[in-house]
């Protein structure tokens, strides 16, 4: 079935007109979604200005914490590489010496 092409190909058509062209499971719709139930639900729409700020801070915290762990794996991954270029310097500098010795 899916070796066919024009199975596969309706079968995308399909997919795509059902999920990203229909607009029904966009990002903004899950969150009115979710919005929409927590009304229900009897949660109260309103925040007051110091939980906004408290949210506010405990999110840029996140964000501040997500960029140094990006930032660790970026030097880590220089570290590694000028590890590995130093081993090859270190080795060359070692064959060059034992040659000059040698000679």
């Excluded at 070796?3 to 596969?8: A, T």
């Excluded at 309103?46 to 840029?60: G, N, P, W, Y």
């Excluded at 590694?80 to 310097?89: A, V």
């Amino acid at each position: 079935m899916y070796r066919d092409e024009s199975i596969r190909r309706e079968l995308t058509e399909n997919a795509h007109r059902d999920l990203i062209s229909s607009g029904r499971y966009r990002y903004q719709r899950l969150i009115e979604a979710v919005d929409e139930n927590l009304l229900a639900m009897g949660m109260d729409s309103e925040i007051s200005f110091s939980d906004a700020q408290e949210v506010t801070k405990r999110l840029s915290g996140n964000r501040t914490y997500m960029k140094m762990r990006i930032k660790m794996k970026f030097f880590k991954e220089k570290m590694r590489k000028w590890k590995s270029r130093s081993k090859e310097w270190v080795k060359d500098k070692l064959v060059l010496q034992k040659k000059s010795v040698q000679e």
